[in-house]
């Protein structure tokens, strides 16, 4: 077991807009060690965004109610100062958004925008180890260091996308969370994205999160797999864990694999899982999957459904493993 | 025989736009054959064309160069009726089930459109039996028969469009990246629902996406794009076992596999970014990305020949791969 980095304690996220609650997170408990590559897998509205971005200490302080701690590094981030916050955000814990296109300022260079968050994080540098900072992190992430005086908008999207990692690593974080990094890039883009977001990961020993619904980025990047469902973590374990076919497994992971058309053999038909996911402020209650759930019980439907099935790493959050158990 | 298996047949065609810096050539000499009943996958990256190549088949755009065969009829240049009677059946469902229904209708509306305008029925009811119809071979429940889109998911609005583009009975559908914008698990019914339908009615498809594992499980052949240019066409199960084209290689290996026998597998990072369509070079368009490019590639155009039966390939150095 290697050295705790984040700790996520019974952490919930609920905001209120026009009177409805909406239930966005739901107890969710997360560790990421030193070095160590998470893959958070789920569909839109599953919460990971929201999970992402209250490590970040992001989310906006109206409507939003938060509840259970996180911990990072050994202190606390939950209810911590803005003024501390920002000594944190950008330093030790970074977050790479979803769409480059329009997480970069496009008035300014993008040399600028490197050069920022290592001024904001550095004030005692000067001018000239800023620059040759920004040249030797352009190289990192593989272009040119010339191109700095360049706006976004002269750059593609594969391009963009690694000038928003370059501002994301600009600190050597230790902690990196990738929201859809790749979502918007075309494959052979995404390969070089990924190739170099594990290059850097290697460089600089790195805690990566990675938030996809891409499984086979996940396979192909992640040390230790959590899949969310309705705000809560239905399924975590090492990526052997998830992957293992001959494992039981949530009947929402399966349904997810399922649903992919496979390269390897040829499928005749897909078999996707039923019905919408639930909007989060219209959770059923008990499981939240068991509306959609073929193996479902009269028990799934009410109740907390407690996680089972622990065996030293994997967790599985469903009452049928508990039947075998007992 | 032969002849009426055949619906549609694309010949060298070209569409060049007009832009400040010179013509940017978004299709260029793109030629295919589709019978009825079939699938042609289009496959390439964002910017390669496959968007126009779509819309210029079915004269939502107007084609610079080149002829487009449907139903043994020479379409190219069609107006007035004639072009309204062909656009009864041929039909597109678009990328985006955002922003490609109009807010302001409702789902019944936006159904009964294609309806109205080809005055199918004489009588209201009878259209709005269809409507209902419709709404039921798509999966969407007659319960939103009159809500808009925005009160509705990306999944059922994605069924909106479909069964909007099906309301004439088309014999052909250009389905461009109709599951991209969507969730996997909706996109798993999305693409059942689009096979289902075909299996039904036996409509023709091309489905045009940059996303290699769902071309290769809905497609019977398989046509590579990069930049206009043809650079693969063969059938589904061969382009997967056998690639022959650098880019294609390139592209097949990138494809993230969920399975950890995967894991740590390097794909062909490829160099380098696309090259710019407008006005581009002499020579193979692959060729400033590709690890085999010679000077040859960089002067001289490659035909697209057939290797071996039923697969085209444009590379030079085809066999000595």
Redesign the interface.
């Known amino acids: 077991m290697g050295e705790k980095l984040l700790e996520i304690k019974d952490y919930s996220v609920t905001f209120t807009s026009d009177k409805v609650d909406f239930y966005a997170v739901n107890h969710v408990n997360l560790t990421v060690e030193k070095g160590e590559a998470l893959g958070l897998v789920g569909?839109?509205g599953a919460g990971k965004t929201t999970t992402a971005l209250s490590i970040m200490g992001l989310l906006s302080k109206y409507g939003t109610k938060t509840d259970g701690e996180i911990w990072f590094d050994g202190k606390q981030l939950t209810g911590m100062k803005e003024k501390d916050y920002r000594k944190i955000r950008g330093k030790h814990i970074s977050m790479i958004f979803q769409d480059p296109m329009t997480s970069l300022n496009p008035v300014f260079p993008v040399g600028n925008q490197i050069a920022d968050v290592i001024k904001i994080h550095n004030p005692k540098m000067n001018q000239n180890d800023v620059n040759s900072k920004v040249d030797e992190i352009m190289k990192m992430v593989g272009i040119s260091a010339e191109r700095k005086f360049d706006y976004p908008h002269q750059f593609?999207?594969?391009?963009k996308q690694r000038i928003v990692i370059a501002i994301a690593i600009a600190c050597n974080p230790e902690l990196l969370i990738a929201d859809e990094p790749t979502t918007a890039l075309?494959?052979?883009?995404?390969?070089?994205v990924?190739?170099m977001m594990r290059q850097l990961q290697q460089e600089l020993n790195s805690s990566v999160i990675l938030i996809t619904?891409?499984?086979?980025?996940?396979?192909?990047f992640c040390d230790k797999v959590a899949i969310m469902y309705g705000g809560e973590i239905v399924e975590s374990g090492t990526?052997?864990d998830i992957?293992?076919k001959s494992l039981p497994h949530h009947p929402y992971t399966i349904?997810?694999?399922?649903?992919?058309?496979?390269?390897?053999e040829?499928?005749e038909?897909?078999?996707?899982?039923?019905g919408?996911?639930p909007h989060p402020s219209e959770l059923p209650q008990g499981c939240k999957f068991h509306p959609r759930c073929p193996e479902c019980l009269d028990k799934c439907k009410s109740g907390d459904i407690p996680s089972l099935y622990t065996d030293g790493t994997h967790c599985i959050q469903c009452h049928l493993y508990h039947k075998e158990d007992a | 025989m032969a002849e009426e298996k055949l619906l549609l047949e694309v010949k060298e065609l070209k569409k060049y736009f007009d832009t400040p810096r010179g013509k940017l050539h978004a299709v260029d000499g793109v030629s295919f054959k589709l019978n009825r009943g079939k699938t042609i996958g289009v496959v390439g990256?964002?910017g390669c064309g496959k968007s126009t190549l779509g819309r210029t088949i079915l004269r939502l755009i107007d084609s610079t160069e080149g002829q487009v065969l449907f139903d043994g009829k020479d379409i190219t240049h069609v107006s007035g009726e004639e072009l309204l009677k062909l656009r009864s059946e041929m039909q597109i469902i678009f990328q985006d089930p955002f922003s490609s229904l109009d807010p302001k209708m409702t789902v019944s509306q936006i159904i009964e459109e294609p309806l109205k305008i080809h005055k199918v029925y004489k009588d209201k009811k009878e259209r709005e039996a269809r409507v209902v119809e419709l709404m039921e071979i798509v999966g969407l429940d007659e319960r939103y028969i009159n809500t808009y889109p925005h009160e509705l998911?990306?999944?059922?609005r994605q069924r909106i469009g479909i069964a909007r583009s099906i309301a004439l009975d088309p014999k052909f559908i250009v389905c461009d990246e109709p599951v991209s914008a969507l969730?996997?698990?909706?996109?798993?019914?999305i693409?059942?629902l689009m096979?289902d339908l075909k299996d039904q009615h036996g409509y023709t498809y091309m489905f045009i996406t940059?996303d290699?594992?769902?071309v290769?499980?809905i497609s019977d052949e398989i046509l590579v794009l990069y930049l206009g240019t043809m650079v693969e066409k063969t059938s589904s199960?061969r382009l997967?076992k056998n690639p022959i084209h650098p880019y294609t290689k390139?592209?097949l290996?990138?494809?993230?596999?969920?399975?950890?026998a995967?894991?740590?597998?390097?794909?062909q990072?490829?160099k380098g970014?696309?090259t710019s369509p407008i006005e581009p070079p002499e020579g193979c368009r692959f060729a400033a990305r590709c690890p085999l490019a010679t000077d040859k590639c960089r002067s001289e155009s490659p035909a697209f020949v057939e290797v071996e039966e039923d697969h085209f390939v444009a590379c030079h150095y085809w066999d000595k791969q």
């Open positions: 569909e839109t593609s999207g594969g391009m075309d494959v052979t883009i995404q390969a070089q990924i190739k619904h891409d499984l086979g980025i996940v396979a192909n990526l052997e992957f293992d349904g997810l694999f399922n649903s992919l058309p496979n390269i390897a040829k499928t038909r897909l078999k996707p899982i039923l919408l996911t | 990256e964002s998911d990306g999944g059922r969730d996997v698990s909706i996109q798993a019914q693409l059942n096979m940059h290699l594992s769902v290769k499980h199960d997967f390139a592209l290996s990138a494809i993230p596999i969920p399975d950890i995967y894991k740590g597998r390097e794909a990072v490829m970014e696309v």
